[in-house]
């Protein structure tokens, strides 16, 4: 069985099957999915499945890496950033570029492994 960080652009039988094997696991769910309305993507990720919580130093974390983000999408897009929202068991992030939606999700979940591995 192969564990992958993220699923993106899936069906929801897919999501449904690898909430259950984060679950499984221990480990994050993390789901990409591109919003009709800009073309860029909404990254999900939720903690619920895991026995951890963000803790204030990845949650700031994770704010860096978003203001990044934001300030890529303003100059390469047409379309704003739409939002982010964070707390120790879920988060989400409206406007991730196509350009770095798979290293976004890698590094999301890379980050939460480095502090609960």
């Not at 009709?36 to 951890?52: A, F, G, K, S």
């Not at 990044?68 to 950033?81: L, N, P, R, T, Y």
């Amino acid at each position: 069985m192969i564990f992958h960080k993220y699923l993106g652009d899936s069906k929801m039988f897919e999501y449904e099957k690898h909430y259950m094997q984060c679950k499984q696991l221990n480990k994050p769910f993390i789901k990409a999915k591109m919003n009709p309305r800009h073309e860029n993507y909404y990254v999900q990720i939720d903690l619920m499945t895991c026995d951890y919580e963000l803790s204030k130093k990845e949650q700031d974390e994770i704010k860096t890496l978003v203001r990044a983000e934001m300030e890529f999408v303003q100059s390469h897009s047409k379309f704003d950033f739409q939002g982010f929202n964070i707390d120790k068991e879920l988060a989400w992030f409206d406007g991730i570029s196509i350009e770095h939606v798979d290293e976004f999700c890698t590094r999301l979940y890379d980050l939460t492994q480095t502090y609960h591995s």
